[in-house]
């Protein structure tokens, strides 16, 4: 068993192994498709001659993604643990990584093994991975006469900022953490850049959005999604990801999305448009 950098002649193997998994790594399955400079994969042998030869697929920067089926798949046989922690031991002794992001039993080892070399996480976010395998119902109410919809691009960036710096304080932000208006700049200009975007303005005042944050080979990410406290109740959210999963369905591609898993009333709201519940999944902040 030993550690390979995934060059160009092997991400083919790459996505016939994370295929049959994507709904549970689609940000990994993105820099796949992306041909990430920063992929790697766990293999059984010297020689590689198919997707039947790799263990496990990572992107290691700062934010650590994976995919190793044996971990959540039974029917899998799962490798030398002891080995695979050594190898890891390495991989990320010389790493400044802030982020684990993946299935959560997968995740749950690669935090055992930094603990070991004194990575504390500062948040732990649990979630449940739901998948829309047909298209999403929709909303109860229409909208009203002064609410529009819109596709946002990036001229849209300073009108947006406010509601993506209340997601980010909401969702992502460590205990203590004030997010500044430079992060939620830069992060929202990535989105806007590379990924859907959608707004609800009310009174021509964006009030709601939401964006896809992972577009895969087969499924499409849904996230970002954030209304504005004052607007609530009016079935914005639902509007606007009715709006991404339609245009989602028209590329073929399938629509998940991850709730936290204490959220019952999200989790209960997302079955009623659809969704299912298909995994665990976590994030860890450093």
Not at 101 to 115: A, M, N, P
Not at 197 to 225: R, W
Not at 268 to 276: A, N, S, V
């Amino acid at each position: 068993m030993k550690i390979i950098k995934l060059e160009k002649q092997y991400l083919d193997f790459a996505r016939v192994f994370i295929e049959p998994f994507e709904y549970r790594c689609c940000l990994l399955a993105q820099n796949i498709r992306q041909s990430s400079e920063n992929l790697y994969a766990v293999v059984k042998e010297e020689i590689i001659t198919g997707a039947k030869d790799l263990i496990g697929i990572f992107n290691v920067d700062k934010n650590f993604l994976h995919c190793f089926p044996s971990f959540f798949d039974k029917n899998i046989e799962k490798p030398d643990i002891e080995e695979l922690k050594k190898l890891f031991v390495e991989v990320f002794k010389d790493k400044n990584i802030k982020c684990i992001t993946g299935e959560h039993r997968t995740s749950d080892f690669f935090l055992k093994i930094l603990e070991g070399l004194n990575y504390i996480p500062k948040k732990i976010n649990l979630y449940k991975t739901m998948l829309l395998n047909d298209e999403m119902n929709p909303p109860p109410e229409d909208l009203s006469f002064d609410d529009e919809i819109k596709r946002c691009t990036i001229d849209n960036l300073e009108e947006l900022v406010d509601l993506q710096k209340n997601y980010l304080e909401k969702e992502v932000a460590v205990p203590g953490q004030i997010i500044s208006k430079l992060e939620a700049i830069v992060s929202l200009k990535q989105i806007l850049k590379n990924q859907l975007c959608y707004a609800l303005y009310s009174d021509e005042e964006p009030v709601a959005k939401a964006n896809t944050n992972a577009i895969g080979f087969n499924y499409i990410q849904i996230g970002g999604v954030y209304t504005h406290p004052l607007y609530r109740k009016n079935y914005y959210a639902w509007h606007l990801m009715y709006k991404i999963a339609g245009r989602i369905s028209r590329s073929r591609k399938k629509t998940i999305l991850f709730v936290k898993i204490q959220n019952e009333p999200a989790k209960r709201l997302y079955k009623r448009q659809g969704f299912e519940e298909a995994g665990d999944f976590s994030i860890s902040y450093f």
